[in-house]
């Protein structure tokens, strides 16, 4: 037993939690956030800046920029240097931002599906277009397909990419020669690419992802890559994160739309938040890694061992579990809907992530092992 305690229930309902707003007697298992308390070093540094009773206007400080600095540094191998950061209220407010400055309407963003469902609102909001360049699934793993790849960036109207690194749903680690292959072929097409690392840091114990910049000079020169504790120390709310843009030319678009877009600057939490996560949260987020494997293993064995024409695919990042349920795409709703109908297990949809996720779900395991329990019995019953 370690010092933090992930088998506790919390009670969500009726906080307003997005996860929770849901029917009588169904399990919520969808959006990406978790059911686990934060750190409590993060708790104690919130409720010490409560105390002072002052809620006003908040400054970003030295200490903000040194904490991503090192925690960088210190976890993925990357040198940051502190005029390479800009504050931003959030990775999905920077990506739509930066489509805002980089790309003009009629243009066209490419994404490698199945992949984040937001990706595609930012885009069309936007007046832009999607260009889906799908992975390709072999023997239970995502890869990207660079052939395609570099077909569709040929066409002048793609100026952009989205890429998600570590990949939600599939919950790929991108290797370094991939992504250095994405880097090159972008440059070749005069393409910027807007790495949205959100999930960098739940990977498996033994694990680390590779950040896009790191991948190569090109990478580094094409390059905004959205970063934030958020995702990993289940702070979303708080809404906080930092682009990193290495390329001055860039850095500076990125920063006046931002600035802008008024996305610029925290709330009075977020800099107390940031600096509790990174500064002191490395324990909790270490057990947390642990504990998130061992429900993945429990779930994965679950189905592939118990719910016949289901397949649980083994990843290395994030605490999603992406779920292959094509051989029972024959209702007449999709396998998502079936599902919630017919035992209240709310999981995320797969065509929500685009037309290669079609006949897939997305599970949240970033919940107490009995909630793990209980969603698998139900996703069982779903299938008899
Ligand atoms: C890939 C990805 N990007 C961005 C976000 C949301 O980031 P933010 O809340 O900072 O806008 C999520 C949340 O699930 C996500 O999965």
Redesign the pocket.
Known sequence: MGKYNFDEIINRKNTWASKWDIKEGELPMW??DMDFKTAPEIIDALKSRLDIGALGYTDVPDEWYQAYINWWKTYHGIDIKADELVYST????TISSTLRKLATPGEKVLIQTPV?N?FYNSILNNGLTVVESPLLLKDGKYYMDFEDLDKKMSDPQVSMMIL?NPA?PVGRIWNKEELAKVGEIAKKNHVYVIS?E??CDITDPDKSYVPFALASDTCKEISIN?I?P??CFNI?GI?T?AVYVPNPYLRHKVFRQLNTDECGEPNFLAITATLAAFNQGRPWLEELKEYVRANKDYAIKYINENIKGLHALDTQATYLLWVDCREFDKYDTTVGSHIRKVSGLFVSPGEIYGDAGKGFIRINLACPRSMVEEGMDRLKKSFL
């Open positions: 959006v990406a959030g990775v999905i407010p984040y937001i998600c939600n949205d959100v999930h959205a934030a958020t995702k979303a809404q994160s």
